[in-house]
C-alpha cells in the first residue's frame, strides 16, 4: 500500500509513491489530454539555455536506423551531414550477404539480424520511405512494403489457428461501453480451446482497464507494475501463462511480462488491436507488412544511395571513442578506426545516434557535470532478440504472414519470405538450390530447451540452429504431417553478434535491444540535453510509441532534428510527427478515471 500526494491531500491506494509535480515531469506536459509525443523534444529540467547559432556542421554518432533518419532529415534541411559508423549502415535493420554462398553471378544468401516487421500503426517510417527513391516505384521504397494476409498461432498438441491481416474495413469495437468492448476483445483474444474461457476473460477485463486508464494512471501506477503483475498470472492455468501472459509479450514486443512495465504492453498492446480491428490511420491496407526482398536491397542500399546523392557523407569503420568538452558543450567526437588511428571530429552539432549500451560510454564526468541527468541512462536494461535463418530446398510458405509458435521454450517467431520476394529466389540468390528463407526470431535466451536443456545463451551456434529447429518442427508437425522435413534443410545462418565466450561458457551479443522495465521511463532521457550542441536520437529516447523499434528509432530522430533546428534559429520547417491513435469515445472514462487517480482512488473496474 502507497501514499499518493497532491498538494494538501494524501489517500491511500495500491501503486507506487508518486508526487504530481513528479508525474508532471515524467509525462513532461501540463495537460492530460495531450499526447505524449509532444513530450519528447522538451528540455530537460534545468538544462542550459539552447544554444544560438548559424552553424551547419552536424556530427552524427552512428549509422543505424536513427542515425540514417537524422541525417535524411537534416540534409533536406540545408545542413551539412556526415555519419560516423563502425561497422554497418542500417544498424540492427539491415539485411547481410552470407559470404561466398552465391555462384554462376547469383547474389549470396541473404541473412540478417531478424526479420522486418511493419505493423499498420507504424506511421514515422512510411513517411520517410515514400522519400527514398526506388526504380519503377512511384512511391519510392515504400511500394517495396507488401502486405501479409494472414498469421499463424501454432500450438503443440493444438489445432493452429490463422488469422486474417488484411483491413478490410473496420470491425465493430464499441469504446463507448465497456461490456461491448469487452465482447470484442474476447472474440479476438480466444486462442483454441486450451484457453479457459473464464481466464480469457480475465485477461480481457485487464484490457479494458488499460484502455480506459487515464494518462495520470498509466504514468503514475502502470508505468511501475509488471505487465505479469497486471495480468495476475499467479494460480491460472498453465496456458494462460505460457500463452497469453508469455507467448504473446515475448512475441509480439519481444519483452519478459515479468520485467516489462504494464504501461508500455499495454500501449503497443493497444495499437495492435486498434490496428487489427481496422480503425486506425495506417499507410496501406494491411495491418502486417514487410519488404519484398532483402531489407539492404530493398530499403537500406537505395537510402544511402539517396542521401549520398544529397550530400551526406559516410565515414565507415570509425568508432566514437569520446567527446571533448570546452565552456560547457561539445567542442569535438574523438574517433578510432580499425587500425587504432586516433581522429577529432569537430562540428557545430553532434547527434548521438549510437545504442544505449555504447552511448553511457561517452558520459564522462565532464558530459556529466553539465547534465547530470544523463547519468540515469546506465539504469537502462538491455535483453536479446536474434534471428536465425534456415534455407530450404523446397518452397514451404508455411503462412501468407508471420507466425508465432506459442508456448515455444525460446518464443519462436517466423516468416516464410521467398513468398514475398519479387525475385526468382533459386535464379536470385546462393548456387541455385535453395528456394526458401525462413527467417526466425528467437525472443527468449533464458529458458531451456527441448533438446540440450540449455537455454539459447548457453548453446553453441549448432546447438542453436539444432534446437530452434526441433521446437519449430514439434509445433508445425504435430498433427501428423511433415511440415517442416529434415531433408529439405539446406543450410542455416545465424547473426555474426551471437559469439561463444569460452571462459565464461556461454554467448556474447553484439547487438542488444532495449526492454521498457518498470519504471524505466524515469531513466529514459529527452531528445534535447543539457550540453547545448548534443541531442541523443535512438530507441531509448522518450517517444510516444515507446517501445525499442524501427519506428522508435526514427520518431527520436526527428525530434532530436526539430529541437537542433529550433536551436540553430533555422527557418527549415520542423519534421512532421505523429502520435498513436487514442479512440476519442474513450475520453470520458478516461477523464473520470484521471479525477479518481487524483484522489488516490483505484480504477472504477478495479473496485472490488
Not at 100 to 129: N, V, W
Request: glycine share 10%; with cysteine.
Amino acid at each position: 500500500m502507497a501514499r499518493y500526494e497532491d498538494g494538501q491531500r494524501s489517500s491511500t491506494f495500491t501503486g507506487p509513491v508518486l508526487t504530481r509535480r513528479k508525474l508532471l515531469g515524467a509525462v513532461g506536459m501540463a495537460g492530460a489530454g495531450a499526447a505524449i509525443g509532444l513530450a519528447v523534444g522538451s528540455p530537460v529540467a534545468g538544462a542550459a539555455p539552447a544554444r544560438r547559432s548559424n552553424g551547419k556542421r552536424v556530427a552524427i554518432l552512428g549509422g543505424g536506423m536513427a542515425g540514417l533518419a537524422a541525417a535524411h532529415e537534416l540534409i533536406e534541411r540545408g545542413f551539412e551531414v556526415t555519419v560516423f559508423e563502425p561497422s554497418a549502415l542500417g544498424g540492427k535493420a539491415r539485411s547481410m550477404g552470407v559470404q561466398g554462398t552465391g555462384t554462376g553471378g547469383r547474389r549470396d544468401l541473404p541473412g540478417e539480424h531478424g526479420f522486418r516487421f511493419f505493423p499498420g500503426f507504424y506511421q514515422h517510417i512510411p513517411e520517410t520511405m515514400a522519400r527514398i527513391p526506388f526504380a519503377g516505384n512511384a512511391n519510392g521504397v515504400l511500394d517495396n512494403l507488401v502486405g501479409a494476409s494472414a498469421a499463424r498461432l501454432s500450438m503443440v498438441g493444438q489445432p493452429d489457428l490463422t488469422a486474417p491481416m488484411s483491413i478490410a474495413g473496420p470491425l465493430p469495437m464499441d469504446f463507448t461501453n465497456p461490456d461491448t468492448l469487452r465482447s470484442s476483445l474476447t472474440a479476438m483474444f480466444t486462442l483454441g480451446s486450451s484457453l479457459p474461457p473464464a481466464e480469457v476473460g480475465w485477461f480481457v477485463d485487464r484490457l479494458v482497464v488499460f484502455l480506459t486508464s487515464s494518462i495520470e494512471r498509466r504514468f503514475g501506477q502502470w508505468e511501475y507494475a509488471s505487465w505479469e503483475e497486471t495480468l495476475r498470472a499467479e494460480g491460472k492455468s498453465a496456458a494462460y501463462q505460457s500463452v497469453l501472459v508469455s507467448a504473446l509479450t515475448r512475441q509480439l514486443v519481444a519483452a519478459k511480462p515479468s520485467m516489462s512495465s504494464t504501461r508500455t504492453i499495454g500501449t503497443v498492446g493497444q495499437a495492435f488491436v486498434l490496428n487489427a480491428a481496422g480503425i486506425v490511420p495506417s499507410y496501406g491496407a494491411h495491418a502486417d507488412r514487410l519488404l519484398s526482398a532483402p531489407t539492404n536491397e530493398a530499403w537500406i542500399d537505395p537510402w544511402v544511395a539517396h542521401l549520398s546523392a544529397l550530400g551526406v557523407r559516410f565515414e565507415m569503420g570509425r568508432t566514437v571513442a569520446g567527446l571533448r568538452m570546452r565552456s560547457g558543450q561539445v567542442a569535438a567526437a574523438m574517433t578510432v578506426d580499425s587500425g587504432g588511428a586516433r581522429q577529432e571530429v569537430e562540428a557545430d552539432w553532434f547527434v548521438s545516434a549510437m545504442p544505449v549500451e555504447r552511448a553511457v560510454d561517452l558520459w564522462t564526468p565532464e558530459v556529466l557535470s553539465v547534465d547530470p541527468s544523463l547519468v540515469q541512462m546506465r539504469e537502462l536494461v538491455v535483453d536479446w532478440m536474434v534471428g536465425i535463418q534456415y534455407f530450404l530446398r523446397t518452397p514451404t510458405p508455411i503462412a501468407h504472414g508471420h507466425l508465432a509458435y506459442l508456448g515455444s521454450p525460446w518464443a519462436l517467431t517466423s516468416i516464410s519470405q521467398a513468398q514475398f520476394w519479387r525475385s526468382d529466389f533459386a535464379a536470385t540468390y546462393g548456387d541455385g538450390q535453395a528456394r526458401e528463407c525462413l527467417s526466425v526470431d528467437i525472443s527468449d535466451w533464458d529458458t531451456p530447451g527441448i533438446l540440450y536443456g540449455n537455454p539459447a545463451r548457453r548453446c553453441t551456434r549448432e546447438e542453436i540452429a539444432s534446437e530452434t529447429w526441433a521446437q519449430m518442427q514439434r509445433s508445425l508437425n504435430d498433427d501428423g504431417a511433415e511440415t517442416l522435413r529434415d531433408e529439405d534443410l539446406l543450410s542455416w545462418f545465424l547473426d555474426p553478434g551471437i559469439a561463444w565466450n569460452e571462459s565464461r561458457g556461454e554467448n556474447d551479443n553484439e547487438t542488444p535491444l532495449l526492454v521498457n522495465t518498470v519504471g524505466s521511463w524515469d531513466s529514459r532521457p529527452h531528445t534535447r540535453t543539457a550540453v547545448p550542441n548534443l541531442f541523443l536520437a535512438g530507441d531509448y529516447v522518450r517517444t510516444n510509441i515507446d517501445l525499442a523499434t524501427m519506428e522508435g528509432a526514427n520518431e527520436s530522430a526527428r525530434a532530436a532534428v526539430n529541437a537542433l533546428l529550433e536551436s540553430a534559429d533555422s527557418t527549415a520547417a520542423p519534421c512532421p510527427m505523429f502520435t498513436l491513435h487514442e479512440p476519442p469515445e474513450l475520453g470520458p472514462m478516461r477523464a473520470l478515471d484521471a479525477a479518481r487517480f487524483k484522489s488516490g482512488l483505484p480504477h472504477l473496474l478495479d473496485v472490488g
